[in-house]
């Protein structure tokens, strides 16, 4: 099987796993609401939402008609990259699960959960500088080398990819603006020059495979695949921006709103 090209957005039994797991932990998550209601202030509904439509991107990123020309077509691969890698992790960052965990669990397993936030590796993992270059130089290596072309027939290298695609995203996103507890939490002015260059390395990556195919993609395709990753990830970093500003408003303004995180209100 390592060697027969994959169709990973078949509904198979890797599909139907998948398929399950989402649902599973959109269930987990109103679960965990339901439960957190019974003790404190109720959670906000749009965070529900939030959840759900991140799961929902990232279930079709790899299960589904995007999913399954993805295989052949470097646009929809694009497409699929830009729901699991950017939009879902960027809407479960809204979704605050940390917090409904938090809130979720008894003390002791709280203190605990607190204690690996405060560890030396999240704070290395969630450091800008850390988080880039594990979320920009794994998409250099995956569309400058083979292993873009290697994925698509060997299916484990295929599901480690899309797992390091979406936590790389993830920490990227969490790195730069977070609505759950973050005892590590570098300054604005620190992440708004990381973001910078990571957003530059983004584009630049982009431009180059306009010009430069990835092995075994038409000209074409990547033309049309790089314009969908330059001009769609520029929309979702342009909402990270967005937070990272009014984080950064809040905490110049404070006596307007009471507190310095930008989740108040959203």
């Keep these: 099987m390592a060697n027969e090209h994959i169709h990973h957005g078949g509904m198979g039994a890797g599909g139907l796993a998948a398929l399950m797991t989402f649902a599973a932990a959109m269930l987990l998550y109103v679960f965990a609401v339901k439960r957190s209601n019974m003790k404190f202030s109720p959670w906000p509904v749009h965070r529900i939402f939030f959840w759900i439509a991140g799961m929902s991107c990232a279930a079709a990123s790899v299960v589904g008609p995007i999913a399954e020309r993805a295989h052949s077509s ?20 809204i979704s605050a699960p940390l917090t409904l965990l938090l809130r979720t669990v008894n003390v002791r397993m709280a ?44 299916w484990i290298l295929l599901v480690l990819i899309h797992i390091h695609i979406f936590l790389a995203g993830y920490l990227f996103t969490v790195s730069m603006v977070t609505f759950d507890p973050a005892p590590h939490k ?29 092995a075994g993609v038409p000209a074409g395709d990547s033309e049309t695949g790089a314009l969908l990753m ?4 520029d929309a979702i970093d342009m909402v990270i921006i967005f937070l990272l500003c009014l984080e950064w408003y809040r905490c110049q303004t404070p006596h307007r709103s009471g507190r310095h995180n930008p989740a108040v209100n959203l």
């Design 74 to 93: 470097f646009t929809y691969h694009m497409a699929a990259h830009l729901l699991l890698g950017m939009l879902a992790p960027l809407l479960i960052v």
């Design 111 to 154: 203190r605990r959960f607190t204690f690996i936030l405060k560890s030396t590796p999240v704070r290395l993992l969630t450091d800008p500088i850390t988080a880039s270059l594990l979320n920009m130089g794994g998409l250099w290596i995956l569309y400058t080398t083979d292993l873009y072309q290697i994925m698509h027939h060997n």
């Design 186 to 214: 570098p300054s604005i002015y620190y992440r708004s020059v990381v973001l910078v260059l990571a957003l530059a390395s983004h584009g630049i990556l982009a431009k180059f495979l306009y010009g430069n195919p990835p």
């Design 230 to 233: 330059y001009y769609g990830g």
